[in-house]
């Protein structure tokens, strides 16, 4: 995951708190490199044979914009190519498939 991110990385989804309020929730890259390290430890967060789509939406040059969708989620994620040649994710906004589950509970 700290590979393939940059140290810029905005990943936000809206979500609805406790009393039903919207708002934009927004996770960085020290949070995504510790939730990567231990989400799933146990090994029941996927499915078998999980679904994994990835779909190339544009890229021009060295940008580029990519859609991720597996079992329970979407990412729409902007990426960039360093001058060394590595591809960095920079920004991901992301949802449920089922959306009530963006609640607080």
Same mark, same amino acid.
């Given at each position: 995951m700290a590979r393939g991110l940059d140290k810029a990385l905005k990943k936000r989804t809206y979500w609805l708190n406790a009393e039903g309020k919207e708002f934009i929730m927004e996770t960085d890259y020290d949070f995504m490199v510790k939730l990567a390290a231990s989400y799933n430890e146990k090994g029941d967060k996927f499915p078998?044979?999980?679904?994994? &789509?990835?779909?190339? !939406?544009?890229?021009? +040059?060295?940008?580029?914009?990519?859609?991720?969708? #597996?079992?329970?989620?979407? &990412?729409?994620?902007? !990426?960039?190519?360093? +001058?060394?040649?590595?591809?960095?994710?920079?920004? #991901?906004?992301?949802?449920?498939h089922d959306t009530d589950k963006q609640v607080s509970r």
């Open positions: 078998e044979h999980p679904r994994v &789509d990835i779909k190339i !939406l544009d890229i021009d +040059q060295r940008v580029a914009s990519v859609k991720l969708t #597996v079992d329970d989620w979407i &990412d729409y994620m902007h !990426l960039y190519q360093t +001058q060394a040649g590595e591809c960095k994710i920079i920004n #991901v906004l992301w949802q449920f």
